[in-house]
């Protein structure tokens, strides 16, 4: 063997049990390399942007990882960490052209219902976690599709297509979110919207000359309602003229009593005044013939009397015919039987005045 041959081969060796060279040194300058020409070539794969409404979850080697980030720019491995954004505000999910068939066997399709949902934030990894990131898949498109099924099975072409078809959002609303409150709790159904069901032609047209009968009855019994109307607006309206007419003859009837009251009052006054007044003046009477009684009864005295009885004598113009005719005018005696006479009546009055008073 060559010498120098030999030299070479017993020349230092590497220590046993160490690689040949530095191997970490190595990959870490792979790693760099890989991450700057991932960068170079496409730098979207190492900063990513989650927009607004949404949130952004991340898988790395197909496992999620328990980090969830706000809107905004941030950073990842590239080719080793996977991305996907996820919308946490309201969202509408439209499910179309759902068949279902009704419980008297007529197939009818639904063309477009559409969700309106949100998944919250706080729920977002669990949800992924147990769902996916095609969750609605599950819990809206599946689900609209049985919930469907389950209520035309349960009912009439009718009372889908016509009766009850007013009250399907709301069920499917509340069967939707009775699953989601159960099994996915994050997400929330705010409203469904269910357009009207396609339904075969045949049937379409017996619907519509049912509506058109049921027009015709409706408006039958609108006419008719409106002949009651107008009727008991007439019933209302002569009730109403007869009333008035009956209220105006009372108002005239009572305003005839009142007159005539007023004038029987009035003719009870002025006789109740003229009874005053008769009786004031017989009163003045009785006390004017009373007085003047009481009068003539002190001036007929002897001395009065013999003056009235020589005035009347010589205011009288006579003839006398006998020889005793001047002694009958002046006969004392004749005189003095008469003054006497006139004297005792006199007296007795008076006597008989006092006996009265007495008696009083």
């Known amino acids: 063997m060559d010498p120098q041959q030999r030299r070479t081969e017993t020349g230092p060796r590497p220590p046993v049990g160490e690689p040949g ?37 991340y898988w790395r080697g197909g496992a999620l990882l328990n980090i969830i980030t706000e ?3 941030h950073l990842k491995l590239p080719f080793i960490t996977n991305y996907e954004p996820v919308q946490v505000t309201l969202q509408t999910d439209q499910v179309k052209d759902i068949p279902c068939g009704t419980k008297g066997g007529v197939m009818i399709t639904f063309e477009k219902i559409e969700v309106v949902n949100r998944l919250r934030k706080d729920y977002v990894y669990d949800t992924l976690l147990n769902y996916g990131v095609d969750y609605d898949n599950t819990w809206i498109y599946d689900k609209i599709h049985h919930e469907i099924n389950q209520f035309c099975s349960s009912h009439s072409l009718q009372q889908v297509y016509i009766d009850i078809f007013d009250q399907i959002d709301e069920r499917m609303k509340e069967a939707l979110q009775a699953d989601c409150t159960r099994y996915a709790p994050g997400i929330e159904i705010i409203s469904v919207r269910v357009t009207k069901p396609k339904i075969p032609e045949s049937v379409r047209r017996n619907f519509e000359q049912m509506e058109e009968e049921r027009t015709k009855v409706l408006i039958a019994i609108e006419k008719q309602r409106v002949a009651e109307k107008e009727a008991e607006t007439k019933k209302i309206m002569a009730i109403s003229e007869a009333e008035k007419n009956a209220n105006v003859s009372k108002i005239l009837m009572e305003q005839k009593l009142t007159e005539k009251d007023s004038a029987r009052r009035e003719a009870d006054i002025e006789n109740q005044m003229y009874l005053d007044r008769q009786k004031s003046l017989a009163d003045a009477d009785y006390y004017r013939v009373l007085k003047e009684a009481e009068a003539n009864k002190l001036k007929l005295t002897p001395e009065f009397l013999e003056l009235k009885f020589i005035d009347a004598i010589a205011h009288n113009t006579k003839m006398f015919f006998g020889d005793k005719v001047p002694n009958m005018v002046l006969d004392q005696r004749l005189l003095g039987n008469f003054l006497n006479h006139s004297t005792k009546d006199k007296s007795n009055d008076g006597n008989s005045e006092r006996a009265t008073d007495s008696d009083s």
Not at 25 to 50: R, T, W
């Open 21 to 57: 060279g530095d191997l970490t040194s190595i990959f870490i300058a792979f790693g760099v390399f890989i991450a700057i020409a991932a960068l170079v070539m496409s730098p979207s794969s190492l900063v990513h942007q989650v927009p607004e409404g949404h949130v952004g979850a």
């Open 71 to 73: 809107p905004g720019f």
